[in-house]
């Protein structure tokens, strides 16, 4: 009889009021590599946790170590979010600091993060090499890590996890923010983990799985039901979008038909130039598919569109029809501007209310400072009702679990039907019926004439409303294209 690596028996979890698990009970063979699978807001997350010994719960978890193994007899979880400090161990960034610091040594580098890892776990940093190029990282050693993009932070917790190689490895949502050559070669390397005696959970609800995966298991209602074959999500079923507010219906209000433009732009880091040579122009009401791989420069272009990016001065940038650097201030050019991405997530007030920070996209602020008119104060009720928040409209957002969060700050980015969305792997965290919900959602405001960028690595998680399609490879512009509706599908399968 196989030995259980892993023995939960009668799992009980509350969040507050809220039970989480009820008696779950659930037995890992050696050999075993599971999937785990649910609707956001299901437990997978907090199951992790309490597995990895980093939750309190009632009931009984045992780890049954190998001590025949030569793997460390250790359970690591990789988190869906990095969090990093800086030198002085504190971890209260601001957003724009990713761009406005660049220069500062405030953080440590790749390099150096990775050194003390390897030293605190008596690691050979020549193992970690061939994790590094697999996964396209090595470039990156040199680069602080407030510098990182979300699937470069993404990279940098696999490669710690798959050098370490640990005997019970759990990798919460293991492809965020990754794109598609970095997505085939983690599996490889999964795989290879996997053999190497490494057992396997991985928290996921995409399908191009690694194909050492044997076991599948979805949370449901505080509970863990097994599959015996490849999953089929009974928890996301299809649905319909509701009515949107009707503020949302209306047309924006343009104060220019050239949304950006940009002309021979580069942007330079020390002797590291991210963006080179960049030509683009966004016209009203246009619907851009903005892609390319991790650190292909991606962010960089949007930040300078956002007024983040303090090198945009010193380059030919025009916003909303006026030349950057002509007397306007960064919130002259936010006030035009609906933003969601991943780093922005992570920067947010997460002490605000549900209500308070969907309103605070109003003024473009991090917390509400201002009473809202009246007429503002139905829009927002009318967003949160439509986003099926009700429930949670006085809950704190760090309360949230993180696809609730990511619905929070969706409809922040919209309450002021902006000219401009600009949406940054909006679907991050999000499961398959919300991320379709949000998607028919962007389809719907786009016959408003609303413009959009949209960054999305995910065939099956893209608006049909995109017209066009930039592309970035090493910090400069591949193509340019038109989108033709009948060959979608063959773009995305030829670039992801």
Known sequence: MKKSIVHIQNLNLKYQSNLVFDDLSWAIQNGEQWVLYGASGSGKTSLAKAIAGLLEYSGEILINFDDKSKLPAKVLLVDSWYQFKNLEGVANFYYQQRYTSQQAKETLTVNAELMYFGKENHLAFADAEPILIALGFERLKNSQLIQLSSGEHKKLQLVKALWLKPQFLIIDQPYTGLDSASRENLNILLDDA?????????ISNDQALPSCINRFAEIKDGRLAIANEAFKISALPNGSLGEIPRFLREAPKYSSE?????VDVNISYGEKQVLKNIDWEVKAGEKWLLQGPNGSGKSTLLSLINGDHPQSYANKIYLFGNRRGSGESIWDIKQHIG??????????????????????????????????????????????????LTENKNDLFNTLPLGKQRLVLLARTIIKNPELLILDEPCQGLDHQQTQYFNQLIDELCTNGITVIYVGHYESQLPSCLEKRIFLEEGKVKLIEEIKKEKVQEHFELVL
């Open 258 to 262: 050239l949304i950006a433009k940009m």
């Open 194 to 202: 996997a053999t190497g005696g490494v057992q396997l959970v991985l």
């Open 339 to 388: 933003l969601i991405s991943p780093e922005f997530h992570w920067y947010f007030d997460n002490n605000s209310t549900v209500w308070g920070s969907i309103a605070s996209g109003l003024y473009d602020s991090l917390g509400l400072f201002k009473t809202l008119p009246y007429s503002k104060t139905i829009e927002v009720d009318e967003l949160i009702k439509f986003f099926g």
